[in-house]
Structure formats: C-alpha cells, structure tokens
C-alpha cells in the first residue's frame, strides 16, 4: 500500500466520521497540524476552512482522485 492508497483510505475513514458526527449532532474534531499522511505542515487559512482536516490539500486531491470525488 503506498502513500495515495493511505490517504485514500484516511479519506474515506473521515468521511464516514464527519457523516456519523453530522448526524448525531455532534462537533467536528480539531484540524491536525501536519498531514497525517506526508507530515506536512497544513496552513492554518485550510485549518479554519475544512474543520476538521487531517490531510494538506495535496493528499487530500490524491484521496479525492482515488475515491472517485471532487469536494
């Protein structure tokens, strides 16, 4: 499994949770720092705007690309 595939099925993990947490009702978790998959740096504007991120925009489109998505 390379790096894309775990940042596919990352993805596709947080999708399900935000889904799950909009349902129930409850709040987004706190954005990561850094990429859960690369260890980048994720810019705070991109923490502000996708609460909840855990990826930096770069993995996130490969994520995307490999689910079949575009957010």
Do not use: T, W
Request: proline content about 4%; hydrophobic content about 30%.
């Amino acid at each position: 499994m390379d790096d894309g595939d775990r940042a596919a099925v990352y993805q596709q993990r947080m999708n399900d949770q935000a889904i799950h947490q909009h349902a129930s009702g409850s709040m987004p978790v706190d954005s990561a720092d850094e990429c859960m998959v690369c260890g980048e740096l994720i810019p705070s504007k991109r923490q502000l705007a996708v609460p909840g991120c855990q990826l930096c925009v770069h993995c996130a489109e490969d994520a995307e690309r490999r689910n079949g998505r575009r957010q």
